[in-house]
T-cell receptor, first 115, second 111 residues
Framework: GNSVTQMEGPVTLSEEAFLTINCTYT??????LFWYVQYPGEGLQLLLK?????DKGSNKGFEATYRKETTSFHLEKGSVQVSDSAVYFC??????????????FGKGTHLIIQP | DTAVSQTPKYLVTQMGNDKSIKCEQN?????MYWYKQDSKKFLKIMFS???????INETVPNRFSPKSPDKAHLNLHINSLELGDSAVYFC??????????FGPGTRLTVT
């Protein structure tokens, strides 16, 4: 079946440091890939997405590239801020195409940014 | 205007009780979901409804029953609550562009 593996946290960085959160997946077909962010006490917000190989999703300074050859979708940001502290989830759609698909999530990575 | 809303936000109840969580969306999406997030933050899909029809029903105890009175609502009813049901439950919707929009969550605590 489909699965998503992401690095365990917590990840603690200083403000303005470079961020990488690794994510790899196992899936049949051609899934869409997502990064969601969850701030304390809130629901999940879509951060970025990529729907086919070599697509790059980007938002709020975060980027991730869909790499089919390495089945990866690593999240990066050049300079993190304290406000980026949150839990980040990598996810894939369960089948290729179709809005009825549920998401398969990784276990989440807790990111802590220190001033 | 909140796109996906859930009520209640917090729910504390005793073992054996029956409770419901309500979800409403105003995005006009055809598909709605329920996810469960456990104490370790792991998220797992429970149900999916497309246009009031059940599409996905993961290995969820039959004490959990989703009900969709119309396309904008997907409620979750839980019978005979157990300690292990304590979690945060999220409602979500999806349109045709693969993106899912989540509600704020309902934190259920069973004592």
């Amino acid at each position: 079946g489909n699965s998503v593996t992401q690095m365990e946290g917590p990840v603690t960085l200083s403000e303005e440091a470079f961020l990488t959160i690794n994510c790899t997946y196992t899936a049949t077909g051609y899934p869409s890939l997502f990064w969601y962010v969850q701030y304390p006490g809130e629901g999940l917000q879509l951060l970025l997405k990529a729907t086919k190989a070599d697509d790059k999703g980007s938002n709020k300074g975060f980027e991730a590239t869909y790499r089919k050859e390495t089945t990866s979708f690593h999240l990066e940001k050049g300079s993190v801020q304290v406000s980026d502290s949150a839990v980040y989830f990598c996810a894939l759609s369960r089948r290729s195409g179709g809005g009825a698909d549920g998401l398969t999530f990784g276990k989440g990575t807790h990111l802590i940014i220190q001033p | 205007d909140t796109a996906v809303s859930q009520t209640p936000k917090y729910l504390v109840t005793q073992m054996g009780n029956d409770k419901s969580i309500k979800c409403e969306q105003n995005l006009g999406h055809d598909t709605m979901y329920w996810y469960k997030q456990d104490s370790k933050k792991f998220l797992k899909i429970m149900f999916s409804y497309n246009n009031k029809e059940l599409i996905i029903n993961e290995t969820v105890p039959n004490r959990f029953s989703p009900k969709s009175p119309d396309k904008a609502h997907l409620n979750l009813h839980i019978n005979s609550l157990e300690l292990g049901d304590s979690a945060v439950y999220f409602c979500a919707t999806a349109g045709g562009n693969y993106e899912q929009y989540f509600g704020p969550g309902t934190r259920l605590t069973v004592t």
